[in-house]
């Protein structure tokens, strides 16, 4: 085992940090420049690049249902005597805390009464707006990122516990790097910008946390959302997720993502069963067959002529694709680590369905009831998401029996939901930076606690939601790249071990994995 002071001198840790830190000091000593040069560069990566964005998710999603049909759904991410580390709850409320647990609470409100009052086609307003509404929170919420996490997660689990390589992202493309480039300067590189991606996709996330919690705040309090109260409430929570950081996965991890499953049904359960009940089932069935009978025209629209509503790809699904991307170095290899013993058909079917199928029921019943609310009820829903989208899900909450339990429960779940992400991030970016190691020591881990905390801060204080946007998309486009070799390597190392029988893995790195999974806390 390698000692904590030699981690902190391995190259892909200091670059890094440096990256980080030069960011940082920039957004602090230049807060106004700062902020108007992630506009531009925000505005030109969605006109020069956005559709490579779209273009990339679809294509991820064709791989993923490919190994999914195909006979290589049988290979397991491990050895072939290998059983699953987790059971299959334990799993699944894992990698969805992990993976969606904010931007639900964040969206599941605001972003169908965005689409009803501002729809990528058609007028506003009407009962047509609402079912366009619904069929687009399905689909950026639907397939795509989970096949976007599934391509990073499914790689690393298989070229780490398989071919018994370090979890690095850079592992993945052994097949192209070679045994020894994966630490080498071209898998430093592909490490750092795991990293820098990581940290800018998290810092969205934190970010669009803090903004709840304030809404939440100004909802039961009066308290007013301010830049400085973003950055109280992202200091607060980095600080719980620092000292959360300390009990590792198997603990303090898989403790609140259990406890936030059961905090969300509650919430679904209530506001189903005292809301529209049968509007909500009927929008359900509705939106699902649209999504599911337009799901190939929504993947390859980018409006090329014009034709929609201008600047709407670019400002949701464009984003959204950014965020999940920038997503996938931490969400992939997270899932990766708990992923160990499961076959690919398995790991599909378990990161695919139910999540997005939980997805789709969470959209329907809180977005179903907001739109019920704002077309046939009291309305002011809309009113309060074009003043900050952060009010929508409290503004919905309020107009429920016992409306102020209602949202201290629910910012008890996304105070949960921030807690488990940055935790998960810290995790992550410590064994990327500690040479792969399966439990990376605690100071790493709150080292990076304390500067992803830092990013958002910094995001938040000079930008609000347009710099988090700004940061999702420049975090995501290098790593796409870098996702598209995952897959060829993939294909390629699965190809030649159907043809050539299963390849022998590397017994020492092998013994070094199961050595650390038992020893981590």
Known sequence: MESEGS????????????????????????????????GIVFDTMIEYLGWSFILGASIFLIVILFLLLSPFGHVKLGLDEDEPAYSTPVWLAMLFSCGMG?????????????????????????????????????????FHPWAIYSVVAGSLAYFSYRKGLPMLLSSCLEPILGRKGIEGPWGILVNVIGVFATLFGLGTSLGLGAMQLAAGLDSLFGIPSTPMLYVFIVAVITIAAVISTYTGIDRGIKYLSQLNIIVAVLLVLLVFILGPTLFILNLFTHSVGEYVQNIISMSFNIDAAGA????????????????????????????????????????????????????????????????????????????????????????????????????????????????????????????????????????????????????AAILLFTGGLG???????????????????????????????????????????????????????
Request: net charge neutral; charged share 10%; proline share 5%.
């Open 7 to 38: 981690i902190y001198t391995k190259p892909t840790f200091l670059i890094a940090v440096i990256v980080v830190l030069v960011f940082l000091l920039f957004g602090i000593i230049a807060p106004d420049a700062f902020g108007e040069i992630t």
């Open 102 to 142: 904010i931007g639900l609470l964040f969206w599941g409100v605001s972003e169908p009464i965005w689409h009803y009052i501002w729809p990528p086609f058609g007028e506003a307003g009407t009962e047509a707006a609402m079912h366009v509404a619904m069929r687009y929170s399905f689909f950026h919420w639907g």
């Open 308 to 455: 929609g509503t201008e600047g709407w790809i670019g400002a949701w699904t464009v984003f959204y694709w950014a965020w999940w991307i920038a997503w996938a170095p931490f969400v992939g290899t997270f899932i990766a680590r708990i992923s160990k013993g499961r076959t690919i058909r398995n790991f599909v079917i378990g990161v695919m369905l139910v999540p997005v199928f939980v997805s789709m029921v969470w959209f329907a019943v809180f977005g179903g009831a907001a739109l019920y609310a704002e077309h046939f009820g009291p309305g002011g829903i809309a009113d309060a998401v074009n003043q900050d989208s952060a009010l929508g899900f409290f503004s919905l909450l309020a107009q429920f029996p016992a409306a102020s339990l209602l949202i201290l429960v629910a910012m008890f779940s996304v105070t949960v939901f921030f807690i488990t992400s940055s935790d998960s991030g810290t995790f992550v970016n410590g064994m990327l930076t500690s040479g792969g190691a399966l439990n990376p020591p605690v100071p790493l881990r709150i080292t990076w606690g304390l500067l992803e905390g830092a990013v």
């Open 467 to 521: 710099a988090l946007q700004t940061a999702s998309v420049v975090g995501g486009f290098p790593f796409m790249i870098i996702m598209f070799l995952m897959i060829y390597c993939l294909l390629k190392s699965i190809a030649a071990e159907s043809r050539e029988g299963t390849l022998l893995p590397d017994k020492k790195r092998l013994y070094d994995t199961l050595k650390e999974l038992k020893a981590g806390k």
